[in-house]
T-cell receptor, first 112, second 114 residues
Framework: GDSVTQMEGPVTLSEEAFLTINCTYT??????LFWYVQYPGEGLQLLLKATKADDKGSNKGFEATYRKETTSFHLEKGSVQVSDSAVYFC???????????FGKGTRLSVIA | EPEVTQTPSHQVTQMGQEVILRCVPISNHLYFYWYRQILGQKVEFLVS????????KSEIFDDQFSVERPDGSNFTLKIRSTKLEDSAMYFC????????????FGSGTRLTVV
């Protein structure tokens, strides 16, 4: 079945550091890919998405590129802020109406 | 921006009791979902609902669970006889008809079974 594998956390970075959170996926079809963010005590918010190969999703300085050849969707940000501290979930949704499948999440802590 | 609303935000219940978690999806959305997240663990799919019936459910969604859309706006998850291991954050989500769209999630209901 479909699955998402994320790098293990937690990840601790200093403010203004470069962030990469790796995500790879396995899917039977041609999925759409997503990154969700969960701030402390809150629900899941869609951060960005990409629906086809080579698409780049971007939002709030975060970017991720849909790489079909490596089945990856790594999340990057050039300069993190303390306010980016959260849990980040990579997710996919295969074609049709199959449900969203999440990775285990990566906790990011950014220190001043 | 349209929101998915969940109530209550936190519920404590005794083991064996029935609980109903409530959700108001975005009004023009057609697909509805329940997910749960046990503390510190991954977000797990429970059930999807479309056209007034369950379209898919996971192994977690056993006979103890049921969903209903009683009045065209609310979407409820009932756990018939709660167990300690049902303690989790429960998220409702909805999606419009866009094929590649993501879901809009509510803020969740934290269920604590004691």
């Amino acid at each position: 079945g479909d699955s998402v594998t994320q790098m293990e956390g937690p990840v601790t970075l200093s403010e203004e550091a470069f962030l990469t959170i790796n995500c790879t996926y396995t899917a039977t079809g041609y999925p759409s890919l997503f990154w969700y963010v969960q701030y402390p005590g809150e629900g899941l918010q869609l951060l960005l998405k990409a629906t086809k190969a080579d698409d780049k999703g971007s939002n709030k300085g975060f970017e991720a590129t849909y790489r079909k050849e490596t089945t990856s969707f790594h999340l990057e940000k050039g300069s993190v802020q303390v306010s980016d501290s959260a849990v980040y979930f990579c997710a996919l949704r295969d074609s049709g109406n199959t449900p969203l499948v999440f990775g285990k999440g990566t906790r990011l802590s950014v220190i001043a | 921006e349209p929101e998915v609303t969940q109530t209550p935000s936190h519920q404590v219940t005794q083991m064996g009791q029935e609980v109903i978690l409530r959700c108001v999806p975005i009004s023009n959305h057609l697909y509805f979902y329940w997910y749960r997240q046990i503390l510190g663990q991954k977000v797990e799919f429970l059930v999807s609902f479309y056209n007034n019936e369950i379209s898919e459910k996971s192994e977690i969604f056993d006979d103890q669970f049921s969903v209903e859309r009683p009045d065209g706006s609310n979407f409820t998850l009932k756990i018939r006889s709660t167990k300690l291991e049902d303690s989790a954050m429960y998220f409702c989500a909805s999606r419009g008809d866009g094929g590649s769209g993501g879901y809009t999630f509510g803020s969740g209901t934290r269920l604590t079974v004691v």
